[in-house]
């Protein structure tokens, strides 16, 4: 099984089906070839690592490594010795990491080959893809869209076949929305299952909403594989705070019928008709399939969004955020999420009151209350998870199905609304594994639906996002896959089964 899935990573992507036949130099020549040319139409990359060239001439010595041979991208963020860890800011240009990330050294030891390095947004929180230094990265499916981000130019560059597999990281749904726009696969673990060792963050020491690094790829398989060859003894003795847990391939492979839990809609932010049509369609085929259905909607989702969720991430009132930018043009794409962060906390609250009435979708604007620099106790968001997870057991269901943002915007737009992170950054808030899959693409029929959107409060942010996803036909639309805590071989499980089913009824 592991031969097989190594070779899928390979087969799947490349026109050699001649099983164990493929040299690693035919391998990387090829990809590096194919990385230039996607990356000179989408520009995702920030650097090529030149170092591979040399792992390349010793790689042979390593063929029992699961990911012998693989060539892997890696987000800007992750460390490679004598190499920028950069985060789309100025002030971390020129300042060469000393040694490699844990995942890095983890992946060498495994047989694979990390290549080149790809872009990220000014500051990392964004779900959009640019910065002053490297510029916009842009859809592989549509140029007039972003690839979606904080990691997005892994999403452009795997989505664009100049990658067979990608490490990102997620702190909001920074994996999980470029895979959604980019119509790959991707997967968020529980916090702590990778070691985050290495990995630079342009805001540390926020504890309320963990950030996780993931794998990111064409299909679930690969997913599975990286997953499988990171948590190794290797991994656990480089970092011993990372539990050690081995990939349980019993639980992937399993067959058993599952209770699943499922929403269209989280009550707070109206998807797009794609997204609920996705929904539905995966929902359908899964019952054929056996399993069982039941409703699931998340608990006090308005509360959790401003009160846990922003103000976990923004607990300094954003001070450290705006001290990275000092002396940097600041990227357009990110103004108007910036701008609010720099006023004074007088003037954050008086807009707050003030704007109430045309931002009905908060009890005060969103870029001000959450803003404030007000602390959250740990309790609260303990007390929220605590209950979330009975909730979960009193509906007793193994999963969860749910939509994710889609489908790719227009340019510009991320930055004007937050408020569609819930369908993602909840599930960080929750610290729960989830991972998304592409399962259909947007019809005519959606964007007819769309002209009549009106959102659930019919506010400006209703309309924002109406106006971020119109003209989307033929992009891609993904689902998102949801366990409990440390249980990522059952959610991966469920995702290969959801890829599975999709496929057939496709055929």
Known sequence: PV????????????????????????????YMEKTLAVHKKLNCCTEILLESLDQLETVGSNKEGLLYGVPVSIKDNCGYKGHDSSCGVLLHLEQPVQEDAVLVQVLKKQGAIPFVKTNVPQGLLSYDCSNPMYGQTVNPH????????????????IGGGGSLLAIGSDIGGSIRIPASFCGICGFKPT???????GFQAACRGQKSVPSTPGPIARDVDSLALCMQALLCDHMFSLDPTVPPLPFNMQIYQSSKPLRIGYLECDGFQQPSPSMVRSVREVKALLEQAGHTFVPFQPLRIKEALYELMLKGIYADGA???????VGSPLDPTLKQQILPYTFPVWLKKTLSFLLKPWLLITDACICMKALRGDWIPLCSLQDY???????????NIDVLLC????????LLYCAKNSTILS?????????????????????????????HYAGIYQDVYDKLFKEAVTGGEGLPVAVQCVALPWQEELCLRFMKEVEQLVKQSRK
């Open 3 to 30: 031969n097989h899935l190594k070779m899928t990573i390979f087969v799947g992507c490349t026109s050699n089906n001649r099983l164990g036949s493929l040299d690693p130099k035919d391998v990387f020549y090829s």
């Open 142 to 157: 549509n140029l007039q869209k972003t690839s979606g981000g904080s990691s997005g130019g892994e999403g452009a560059l």
């Open 191 to 197: 916090a702590g299952r990778l070691s985050s060792q």
């Open 319 to 325: 001070t450290t955020l705006i001290q990275k930018l």
């Open 385 to 395: 998870i605590k209950d979330t997870i009975a909730h979960w057991r009193r509906c």
């Open 403 to 410: 939509p994710v943002i889609a489908p790719a915007y227009n």
């Open 423 to 451: 369908y993602t950054m909840l599930y960080n808030l929750l610290n729960f594994p989830a991972g998304v899959v592409p399962v259909t693409t947007v019809t005519k029929e959606d964007e007819e639906e769309l002209k």
